[in-house]
């Protein structure tokens, strides 16, 4: 019996949509074209994990048993390495900034006969990578200049930028971390307080934090209203919801999805 290679099908499709964002970018392909491309890729990603993706069947013995505690499946086709560790994913996030650096152990004298090899040919290297994350606080000082005039002896001061409006801003930096830690990440106030304050040393106000989310929702007005005429225009849409506790009482977020648009709705 022929079998299909479903990693090469969806490599294809993965291609397929990073050509058609590229078409998009350039304005080859208008916004109904697209979503309907979109649809039709949604579709096919639909069939290939429907049809040619084996799961873990139930039985008598694992129906109680939640998916991920049950036995391997032995009949699905998986890759293995004799190499230690696990497969690293090497794509880079869209919004992530990497310093990458490298630097060279030079061979200076042999080992063995202390010989000097500083003008010897390299033969080859060997690399070894140190991956770290640095939290770095970053401080912009803008001082105004204030003068008096010596015709009127009127005080004049400098102008400045329009994002500072008062003694202490904090940067978009901070804003992004913070919605990332409340809406994301579902963080309480209380904790994302406590982890700005250890990483920035100043305490942020729970009426602060909640701004930021405010003005993030007005932000996202024109968005959603865009949004919402996508979906009720797309031929197919995907539809789901999930409980939520809200003030000790349970709510509903009803998630609308077509292609790579997804809206969500929080309901009583």
């Known amino acids: 019996m022929a079998s299909v290679n479903t990693s090469s099908i969806r490599e294809e499709i993965a291609q397929v949509e990073q050509e058609i964002a590229r078409?998009?970018?350039?304005?080859?392909?208008?916004?109904?074209?697209?979503?309907?491309?979109?649809?039709l890729l949604m579709i096919v990603n639909m069939l290939v994990a429907i049809f040619l993706e084996k799961s873990t069947r139930k039985t008598?013995?694992?129906?109680?048993?939640?998916?991920?505690?049950?036995?391997?499946?032995?009949?699905?086709?998986?890759s293995r390495s004799n190499k230690k560790g696990l497969l690293q994913n090497d794509e880079p996030f869209e919004n992530s900034r990497t310093v990458e650096t490298r630097e060279v152990a030079k061979v200076i004298r042999c080992n063995h006969?202390?010989?000097?090899?500083?003008k010897v040919t390299v033969t080859g290297y060997e690399r070894r990578t140190r991956i770290d994350i640095v939290f770095e606080k970053r401080i912009e000082h803008?001082?105004?200049?204030?003068?008096?005039?010596?015709?009127?002896?009127?005080?004049?001061k400098g102008e400045f930028a329009s994002d500072l409006?008062?003694?202490?801003?904090?940067?978009?930096?901070?804003?992004?971390?913070?919605?990332?830690?409340?809406?994301?990440?579902?963080?309480?106030?209380?904790?994302?307080?406590?982890?700005l304050k250890t990483l920035i040393g100043r305490a942020i106000s729970e009426a602060v934090l909640l701004k930021y989310i405010l003005q993030l929702h007005q932000a996202l007005d024109a968005w959603e209203q865009d949004a919402i005429k996508l979906l009720l225009a797309s031929p197919v849409m995907h539809v789901d919801e999930t409980?939520?506790?809200?003030?000790?009482?349970?709510?509903?977020?009803?998630?609308c999805s077509?292609?790579?648009?997804?809206?969500?709705?929080?309901?009583a």
């Open 60 to 78: 008598n013995k694992n129906s109680s048993i939640p998916s991920s505690q049950t036995e391997e499946d032995q009949s699905a086709t998986s």
């Open 113 to 118: 006969c202390c010989e000097n090899l500083s």
């Open 142 to 156: 803008v001082d105004a200049e204030i003068k008096c005039c010596p015709s009127c002896h009127q005080i004049t």
């Open 258 to 267: 077509a292609g790579d648009i997804t809206l969500k709705r929080l309901h």
């Open 23 to 39: 078409l998009s970018a350039a304005g080859k392909v208008s916004d109904e074209s697209r979503m309907l491309f979109n649809t």
């Open 165 to 195: 409006s008062g003694p202490v801003q904090y940067g978009l930096g901070i804003k992004a971390y913070v919605l990332n830690l409340l809406i994301t990440q579902m963080v309480s106030l209380s904790r994302v307080q406590k982890l």
């Open 243 to 255: 409980s939520l506790k809200l003030d000790k009482k349970n709510h509903w977020v009803h998630v």
